[in-house]
């Protein structure tokens, strides 16, 4: 599996659990409007394409479409509090350290604002697009294709990489994870990457034959998939691993140091995760060195072969006198 620079998490669906919190708003919307859409499967077909397309069409006046649509997205961010997708953020996190990760989605950005807030996330984005900021998702993987400064990615700190200057990306280094037929068909129609989520509005069925590159029934699946070392990232480590008081003598409810508005608090936070990972690594490379190469428990590959610069390498990590390599 080809490695990925940035990945567009859609949100409804995909992050979030929505079929029946999403419903319940734009049911309220539907009978203030009299859009006629009057069941669940009903909304549901909206989303096959774009949402706001979808009421453009079943509307057949902008008019009335937009003022559906303001009236949709004014009440999701009064009402709308779905529960994260079980697994979800630590997905996100695993990916932050190594990614430029963005959201586009139909909701409002205050409203995106806040679901990733509740969840400690907000600093894993790099980048976030709303309804009310760009309907057409297309338009937002072209700002990706054609600008590189979008893949600078922020580390799970408040501030931006700064001095990264990455080169431009190809269209298969850029992937959307989406839950809708309507997203895989923009993503494939872009050029980028579609992966679809089994667990939202459309099945596995329907987003692979709108052409998703595979549909996980697992949010770790899509480690797997992505990411060939797992969850090796430094904004992977939970918080009960590694906690850090806040300026206020709190230690911080977030697991990834998102929310910390200190930067060096966070940068301190996050060597801290580097090194911890670190430690874990020499530990066993180191123990790897003291078993016996023979006898009944010998592994088949001699681990007597570990490179000893590396260890020594994990071992500067913790000292300002560099080990001997002998």
């Known amino acids: 599996m080809k490695p990925v620079r940035a990945i567009l998490f859609d949100l409804d669906g995909t992050l979030v659990q929505t079929r029946e919190a999403s419903?319940?708003?734009?049911?309220?919307?539907?009978?203030?409007?009299?859009?006629?859409?009057?069941?669940?499967?009903?909304?549901?077909?909206?989303?096959?394409?774009?949402?706001?397309?979808?009421?453009?069409?079943?509307?057949?006046?902008?008019?009335?479409?937009?003022?559906?649509?303001?009236?949709?997205?004014?009440?999701?961010?009064?009402?709308?509090?779905?529960?994260?997708?079980?697994?979800?953020?630590?997905?996100?996190?695993?990916?932050?350290?190594s990614c430029s990760l963005a959201v586009i989605s139909s909701n409002s950005v205050a409203t995106i604002r806040r679901i990733l807030g509740r969840e400690g996330l907000t600093h894993c984005?790099?980048?976030?697009?709303?309804?009310?900021?760009?309907?057409?998702?297309?338009?937002?993987?072209?700002?990706?294709?054609?600008d590189r400064s979008y893949l600078v990615s922020r580390n799970c700190s408040p501030a931006y990489h700064e001095g990264h200057e990455p080169d431009a990306p190809r269209a298969d280094q850029i992937a959307l994870i989406t839950d809708t037929v309507g997203d895989v068909k923009h993503a494939v129609e872009c050029g980028v990457r579609a992966i679809g989520v089994s667990w939202g509005m459309h099945t596995e069925q329907q987003l692979l034959a709108a052409g998703a590159e595979f549909v996980a029934v697992w949010p770790q699946e899509l480690v797997a998939r992505l990411l060939p070392n797992g969850y090796a990232s430094s904004c992977s480590i939970s918080s009960s691993t590694i906690e850090e008081p806040t300026s206020a003598g709190r230690v911080s409810g977030c697991a990834c140091g998102c929310q910390d508005g200190d930067l060096a608090s966070a940068a301190s936070l996050r060597r801290r995760r580097r090194m911890a990972a670190s430690a874990s690594l020499e530990q066993s490379a180191t123990c790897g060195l003291d078993r016996p190469s023979t006898g009944a428990d010998a592994p088949a590959v001699g681990v007597t072969s570990v490179d000893k610069v590396l260890l020594a390498s994990l071992r500067r990590l913790k000292s300002s006198d560099p080990p001997s390599l002998h």
């Open 125 to 146: 984005f790099s980048h976030v697009f709303g309804g009310d900021v760009e309907q057409d998702k297309r338009a937002c993987v072209q700002r990706f294709l054609a």
């Open 23 to 97: 419903w319940r708003v734009f049911a309220k919307t539907n009978a203030a409007l009299g859009l006629g859409i009057n069941s669940q499967a009903e909304f549901f077909r909206l989303l096959e394409d774009n949402m706001f397309h979808g009421l453009s069409k079943h509307c057949g006046d902008a008019r009335k479409a937009d003022e559906a649509a303001k009236h949709f997205l004014n009440l999701l961010q009064s009402e709308y509090n779905p529960d994260f997708v079980p697994g979800m953020a630590d997905v996100v996190r695993a990916f932050a350290g």
